[in-house]
């Protein structure tokens, strides 16, 4: 079946630790997304790609990384620097680079600091 | 810069109620696009629907309809006959074309109980 897969589903990671959050997906999409949830909030955008080695950061990059060596996947790092890292992080794709286009979601990692 | 309120943060509904789920939107562009997600319990958010700017057209899907009017910048979700597998979170979001980029502005969601 075609989709996105994240993982872990759940993660808990010590302070000053970095932890990588896998996103995969066999959709064919060249764009990907990361997005980050907090309670009772939206979604806010971290970073997204367009084409493979290639990527922008989004509204809330600080204290986070990416790649995106292959088409089908797009990890996320969560670095030390990152201040209040518990949260509900959610990983996209499109097909195509536009407005119009409609994002598919993954089913999200919850990450939490100890 | 482009903004969604959904100003409704949590609804309580009995099954079988009808209920209207609201979002306005504010942008500078003409052309633009709204969306809305469902998030279950699982968390995964679920594509419901994608509307265009320059399409004013109500469109109804089972259960479900949408509102759309420019002239008050609202793009409202309804359910009609609601049933405990609509409780979720819904999410509005706004897409501008300026620029390249497919990138979403969400408003911070409607947490829906349909209580049996």
């Known amino acids: 079946d075609g989709g996105i897969t994240q993982s872990p589903k759940y993660l808990f990671r010590k302070e000053g630790q970095n932890v990588t959050l896998s996103c995969e997906q066999n959709l064919n999409h060249d764009a990907m997304y990361w997005y980050r949830q907090d309670p009772g909030q939206g979604l806010r955008l971290i970073y997204y790609s367009q084409i493979v080695n290639d990527f922008q950061k989004g509204d809330i990059a600080e204290g986070y990384s990416v790649s995106r060596e292959k088409k089908e996947s797009f990890p996320l790092t969560v670095t030390s620097a990152q201040k209040n890292p518990t949260a509900f992080y959610l990983c996209a794709s499109s097909s195509w680079r536009g407005a119009s286009d409609t994002q598919y979601f993954g089913p999200g990692t919850r990450l939490t600091v100890l | ?116």
Do not use: H, M
Not at chain 2, 10 to 18: F, G, R
Not at chain 2, 60 to 83: D, L
């Open chain 2, 1 to 116: 810069a482009q903004k969604v309120t959904q100003a409704q943060t949590e609804i309580s509904v009995v099954e079988k109620e009808d209920v209207t789920l609201d979002c306005v939107y504010e942008t500078r562009d003409t052309t633009y696009y709204l969306f809305w997600y469902k998030q279950p319990p699982s968390g995964e958010l679920v594509f419901l629907i994608r509307r265009n700017s320059f399409d004013e057209q109500n469109e109804i899907s089972g259960r479900y309809s949408w509102n759309f009017q420019k002239s008050t910048s609202s793009f409202n979700f309804t359910i009609t006959a609601s049933q405990v597998v609509d409780s979720a979170v819904y999410f509005c979001a706004l897409s501008e074309v300026s620029g390249a980029n497919s990138k979403l502005t969400f408003g911070k969601g409607i947490t829906l109980s349909v209580r049996p």
